[in-house]
T-cell receptor
């Protein structure tokens, strides 16, 4: 049973465009939502994270939008660059849990 | 400041052999998590350890898999009598405190079972 559902599975965006990756969850106990970036052959690296009491968080070109009532959150990459080509994972965790629950990943390709 | 270190990076085993995967957490971190990533899938939690203690092994298969984090030395994930279905990338993460909110991942060990 997938606790966090992620879409799309793959995404191709032109350089300079906006990349949008969506995630949805059911467990209302989740209180921490990070996004990880993974390059081939590497481990996931924390990109940006948000708590449910905030509707948006921005760090550079990366923005998380959070909709608590819809139980959805998304990652927006503005001015996408070829160097952003990677697999992106959303995740979630609830207070007291020891682990993160990951989405299935989105493979982003930014073409020049 | 070295990050999470894992070795070996690649491991090839034949069915029935044992696989030992090592993880050294970031300096100052005493909490270690192991995750498994099957091809084209997200990471799945396996086990959470603190020094000398297994705190949560709810994601570990009941047989053939074990983990430890001794007082001295790296954390070890051990898979006995490997089968082809064990082929995956195994990632270790560490965190400085309890709860695992901010987890820093190592580069992973890619296990291939022939």
């Amino acid at each position: 049973q997938q606790q966090v559902k992620q879409s799309p599975q793959s995404l191709i965006v032109q350089k300079g465009g906006i990349s949008i990756i969506n995630c949805a969850y059911e467990n209302t106990a989740f209180d921490y939502f990070p996004w990880y970036q993974q390059f081939p052959g590497k481990g996931p690296a924390l990109l940006i994270a948000i708590r449910p009491d905030v509707s948006e968080k921005k760090e550079g070109r990366f923005t998380i939008s959070f909709n608590k009532s819809a139980k959805q959150f998304s990652l927006h990459i503005m001015d996408s660059q070829p160097g952003d080509s990677a697999t992106y994972f959303c995740a979630a965790r609830w207070t007291g849990a020891n682990n993160l629950f990951f989405g299935t990943g989105t493979r982003l390709t930014v073409i020049p | 400041n070295a990050g999470v270190m894992q070795n070996p990076r690649h491991l090839v085993r034949r069915r029935g052999q044992e696989a030992r995967l090592r993880c050294s957490p970031m300096k100052g971190h005493s909490h270690v998590y192991w995750y498994r990533q099957l091809p084209e899938e997200g990471l799945k939690f396996m086990v959470y350890l603190q020094k000398e203690n297994i705190i949560d092994e709810s994601g570990m298969p009941k047989e053939r898999f074990s983990a430890e984090f001794p007082k001295e030395g790296p954390s070890i994930l051990r898979i006995q009598q490997v089968v082809r279905g064990d082929s995956a990338a195994y990632f270790c993460a560490s965190s400085p405190g309890q709860g695992g909110k901010t987890q820093y991942f190592g580069p992973g060990t890619r296990l291939l079972v022939l």
